[in-house]
């Protein structure tokens, strides 16, 4: 931090995406530690106007200039432009906080997740620290705190990603393929879905009301798609767990926001349901919800909006006494993205202190 | 058979029901070995009307006359139903096949799939005959492949299950869901979906539009729904592995109609990606379709309607050389209910040849 005594200023670049909408909620709702807060987007936006902590902020264009007097960015927007923009800032001595893909696996960039690693915070030779993909986000608090008791050996992951993982585009092409299907009786007969929904599939290959598309992210060799590996080499990092076996298939449905993971966790010992519910129950940001004779298991449109990462369907595997399964589920914009920045924001903010 | 030479009677029995309604239009495309062909269902719907084979048949109220001059009888109706009347069927020398849950776990009735176990047709000491539960029989002709070729050792498994696998009742539910949330901003805020669709869950614990819920079936030992026991349960039986690790967890998904299911299957060695392709793409009843490249790979709208099981995302697991990971998708009222059972029945009038 450059200016100590003062307040640091922040600057949100992508403040008017899907990431960066939830962001100016976040930050407006939070302990304050900011000074300025400058909001950031493509020359498109630049002049609109943006509420954040209740005040009316005008989007400046992404430039140089744009980092001028910043402490820490956060970046919300495409990996192309992380990847340009967040070195030039880091070289203005700002420190970058990057949600996008582009510095993930970079081993001179700390990939955090402040309730499993915060200490990695502070080796940051590049100026820069990530922000992991919203689906490892939406398990890794819970596994993490599974792993520091029971030691983790293997993961077998499925996803129920929602469409806005795929930001607004996503969102608004599930809510536009919606109101063509609704109140009709397609999704009976082949190609009536597809018929309904003609061409425009957005940023996905595949119609996806009434639909579930296993195909998340761009294609990857040998068959497995950018999300798929994604989740599997973050993982791995996050935890410190280089050779950790991770199986995992990438599915999208159609949700709004929040996704879901079933979970296959193989740990080093015998597990019990009792031990995992301890651990799931006193995790900081992890919420236990899981009595199925009661109805209550973690579903989307009860998590969307919530911090927390929600845990469900807690069981021993039969066939494997050192197994659970989980169903695990949590909002891929808020702790899935925009919540864990501005958490390490603020643990970089905390430095000055 | 009863009256060799003359063509076999067969009735349905739920003939008006989500499974029904499919059976009836099967028995009209396929090449036809039936006699008479009675529809049965409850004293509500006697009276009706339905088209099979070109045909008005009226339905009748199920009673103990009904089966009179009966060969062979399909049940599609509820587990108490079955239970309670498969038994007087067979007593009256009627072979029943069941599509309930009723008898599947009986060591005394076979449970099939003709293209894995056609031979455990004839070895019917209650004369009755179980055909596999919608969820298993979505995976099962693509497994059995696989098994036959290389021995499945484990399996894990997480479903994208329709919503008309919950009956008429699940398909209403969604579609009156769905008219009350599309062209609408919902599913951004908590509580926003729950709103809107009120009270009425139908057969579901949780609204089923914009959402995913992890739990069908009813509760069963620590945690388990029966439907993830009925898959580990039923594949053990069908493939004749009586103590195959199977991990599972089940969730509906806002789909009409197609299950889909992620597969982690471990074998006994070494697998390769060209060989699993090859089994595939050579078993009877499966369609490979895998080329993530060219957008290829089953969903539930293009698969629904069609009769195979489909099967893309064909991967050798990254850190197991003994394991692939599938994505598996098929029509849970074709393959996964009536098909299953006319080619059951299909079996079993062509013993009178
Ligand atoms: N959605 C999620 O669940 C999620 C979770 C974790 C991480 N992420 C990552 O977060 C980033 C943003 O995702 P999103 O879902 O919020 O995307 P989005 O809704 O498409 O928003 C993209 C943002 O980037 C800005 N932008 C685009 N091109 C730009 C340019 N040339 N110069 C400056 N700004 C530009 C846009 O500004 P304009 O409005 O001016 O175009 C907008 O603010 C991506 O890297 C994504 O992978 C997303
Ligand atoms: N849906 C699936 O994907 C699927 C797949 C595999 C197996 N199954 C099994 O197949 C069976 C039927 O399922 P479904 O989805 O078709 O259910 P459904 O749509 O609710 O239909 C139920 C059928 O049972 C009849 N029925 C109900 N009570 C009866 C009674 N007291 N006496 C005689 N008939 C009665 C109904 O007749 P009325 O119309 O007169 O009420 C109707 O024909 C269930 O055991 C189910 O578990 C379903």
Redesign the pocket.
Known sequence: MSRSGARPTLAV????????AVMLRILSHRADVWGEIRL???P??AGRKLAVRGEEVEVVA?SEEAFDGVDVAMF????D??ERWAPIAAAKGVVVID???AFRLDPEVPLVVPEVNAHAVRQRPRGIIA?P??TTLSMIVALGALHAEYGLRELVVSTYQAV??????GVDTLRRQLSLVAGTELGTNPGDVRRAVGEGTGPFPEPVALNVVPWAGSVRADGWSSDEMQLRDETRKILGLAKLPVAVTCVRVPVVTAHALTVHARFQGEVTVAGAREIIATAPGVVLFDNPEAGEFPTPVDVVGTDPTWVGRVRRSLDDPTALELFVCGD??RK??ALNTAQIAELVAAERA
Not at 164 to 169: I, L
Request: hydrophobic share 40%; glycine share 20%; with cysteine.
């Open positions: 670049v992508g403040a008017t995406g899907a990431v960066g950031v987007a493509s498109r936006s992404l919300d927007v495409p990996d432009i992380a949600n996008s893909g922000s993909h919203c806005s993982g795929a930001g607004r585009a891929n914009l899935g993205a």
